[in-house]
């Protein structure tokens, strides 16, 4: 009998690499509000908790600028409009889905995106594969707190006994601890692997190819 029966997936630097969309919307709302710009190497470390915090650390002297809220609506008008310009998956991610789907994995995204981003991307790039996805919206604590892993678990009638979780950083190392639940860390993400070693990362995929093998033999427990 397979030790799990679940694979709960992070989103941005995961599956999909969003970076670029990511750091476009960061750099038209920064420019509306005549702030400066900021690299892509800069949103690199500045994704991963959520919209309000990308912004807080892009905007020069975060929250306490007066111009922030014109910002971060700026942020979200413009993502809403323009969150797949420039999106796409990473190598070997749709056949790691498929692959996993036939063997008969429930598959599940967890991401701290704007709930109507991780709607409009799992439509857009995974359809029925995923069957539950969950962003950031009122009511649930984002990651790393488990209660947004726990909404798609209640959502697919899992048991977390039974489910591995798969990120590329270390909110999501954290996220899956507070779960009660093993982490397979991605290396080809937004984190590189000395990093996420260092918050305390076990176990590491180098391919989707390698998270298919990981999962199948229960080498997260």
């Keep these: 009998m397979k030790k799990f029966d679940t694979v709960i997936f992070d989103l941005d630097g995961t599956l999909l690499n969003t970076l670029e969309d990511l750091a476009d919307a ?3 709302a920064l420019t509306t509000c005549k702030m400066p710009e900021r690299t892509l190497d800069e949103i690199r470390r500045f994704v991963g908790n959520g919209i ?3 912004m807080r650390r892009a905007v020069p002297e975060g929250e306490a600028n ?3 809220e014109k910002a971060f609506e700026s942020f979200r008008f413009y993502y809403k409009e323009h969150c797949n310009e420039k999106t796409k998956l990473y190598p070997g991610v749709a056949k790691m889905l498929a692959e996993l789907k036939e063997k008969g994995y429930h598959l599940a995204i967890v991401s701290n995106k704007a709930d109507f981003a991780v709607r409009e991307l799992r439509e857009l790039y995974f359809g029925d594969t995923v069957e539950a996805a969950v962003g950031e919206r ?3 604590a ?3 707190a488990k209660d947004m892993v726990e909404q798609v678990m209640r959502e697919m009638g899992v048991m977390p006994e039974h489910a591995v979780y798969v990120g590329d950083s270390d909110v999501d190392i954290q996220t899956a601890a507070n779960s009660g639940i093993p982490c397979i ?3 080809w993400g937004f984190r590189d692997k000395e990093f996420l070693r260092e918050h305390g990362a076990v176990h590491f995929a180098e391919t989707a190819e390698e998270v298919v093998a990981l999962v199948e033999q ?4």
């Design 138 to 140: 009122e009511g649930i």
């Design 218 to 221: 229960g080498l997260c427990s």
């Design 52 to 54: 309000r915090n990308l």
């Design 185 to 187: 860390s991605v290396t």
């Design 66 to 68: 007066p111009e922030f």
């Design 142 to 144: 984002r990651k790393p």
């Design 26 to 28: 960061v750099n038209y």
